[in-house]
Nanobody, 121 residues
Framework: VQLVESGGGLVQAGGSLRLSCAASGSIFSINAMDWYRQAPGKERELVAAISSAGTTYYTESVKGRFTISRDNAKNTLYLQMNSLKPEDTAMYYC????????????????WGQGTQVTVSS
């Protein structure tokens, strides 16, 4: 399985971006998918998660601003990011697993290479 992120870029504070994560290969092995981010000098942070049934989870700092979704027909995961803040600046990664919700077991089978999001003030 390959996961390829896209959609990152430079945006002003208050702006929006939509990240995509396209999956290819043996995608039947993927059930849940997550978005993570990592800023320079900081630990990797879970941003949002979605199960195969559409159950979602968000870290507190992005609730009400970010929306995770998936299009199973297109084998693509999305992260709609609105009202972006400078502190959202990070490399964003998608990850997948065969379990119900990956972050509950911290057991990931697949990772993408990341897409950079930079929010200017």
């Amino acid at each position: 399985v390959q996961l390829v992120e896209s959609g990152g870029g430079l945006v002003q504070a208050g702006g929006s971006l939509r990240l995509s994560c396209a999956a290819s290969g043996s995608i039947f092995s993927i059930n849940a998918m997550d978005w993570y981010r990592q800023a320079p000098g900081k630990e990797r942070e879970l941003v949002a998660a979605i199960s195969s049934a559409g159950t979602t989870y968000y870290t507190e700092s992005v609730k009400g601003r970010f929306t995770i979704s998936r299009d199973n027909a297109k084998n693509t995961l999305y992260l709609q990011m609105n009202s972006l803040k400078p502190e959202d600046t990070a490399m964003y990664y998608c990850a997948g697993c065969s379990g119900y919700m990956c972050f509950l077991t911290n057991n990931y089978d697949y990772w993408g290479q990341g897409t950079q999001v930079t929010v200017s003030s």
